[in-house]
């Protein structure tokens, strides 16, 4: 068995240009409204998103953009990540891949953040995920299919998830999954997802800020 690290990743945009790209793709669908496509620059994104919405709170022009990310976090968090249901999500199914043939160094698992390894929590918990692994293995061995050997795998199984939505539907995500009230673990992945959002897909994001309190994230315009 192997602990791991959580991980997301934004695989498009991807990069800043690719950020940038999207936020003028918007630009051009939101002029069809005003009929003012002809007054569109390669600089004028930034004024107009700021005054129509920004300014005026019109966020459903953002929905003509998207971006997706891999998350690579523990089976408790893809719970949690897939009641988005505006987004479209991939999920490393336990029903199909076969633990052993899939990663022969072993399963791969995730150690929440309130478990410290320097004290004796540590050791219950790899104790229980070694256990897990090798009942899997067991029951894989017995001739059970991974569909029905996984039931005996935790929440603490890593997992790769792939989740794609609009800017609109990121926009609340954040807002919503960001806050002190947040779950540590997928604080512990969303924090600096945000940071990469801010710096690829600039102005849409730059007014959310990691750690406040549900209330006031939720006032804020989505």
């Known amino acids: 068995m192997k602990i791991i690290e959580p991980s997301a990743v934004i695989i498009r945009p991807q990069d800043e ?16 409204s005003h009929k003012s496509e002809e007054m569109q620059t390669p600089d004028s994104y930034e004024k107009f998103l700021r005054a129509i919405v920004l300014g005026h709170g019109d966020y459903s022009v953002i929905e003509h953009a998207s971006a997706s990310v891999l ?17 479209s999500f991939t999920q490393e199914s336990t029903r199909f891949v076969n633990g052993r043939k899939s990663y022969p160094n072993g399963l791969e698992f995730i150690m929440p953040i309130g478990i410290s ?9 790899e104790c ?6 090798s009942a899997y ?6 001739g059970k299919r991974p569909q029905e050997a996984r039931s005996v795998l935790p929440n603490a199984l890593a997992s ?14 954040f807002l919503a999954r960001t806050t ?37 994230n939720f006032s804020l315009p989505h």
């Not at 240009?17 to 069809?32: K, Y």
């Open 137 to 142: 293995f067991k029951l894989l061995d017995l």
């Open 180 to 216: 002190r009230e947040s779950h540590p673990d997928m604080r512990r992945v969303t924090i600096p997802l945000l940071e990469e959002f801010q710096k690829r897909i600039p102005i849409l994001f730059e007014d959310i800020v990691p750690n406040a309190r549900q209330v006031d």
């Open 160 to 173: 790769t998830i792939g989740m794609t939505g609009n800017f609109r539907s990121w926009r609340w995500f």
């Open 71 to 87: 998350f690579r976090v523990d089976r408790g968090i893809t719970h949690e990540l897939v009641r988005h249901r505006l987004f």
């Open 117 to 125: 390894s320097e004290n004796s929590e540590y050791d219950v918990f």
């Open 128 to 133: 229980g995920c070694g256990d897990a692994e």
């Open 17 to 32: 240009t690719g950020g940038l790209t999207a936020l003028r793709a918007i630009e051009s669908m939101a002029r069809i």
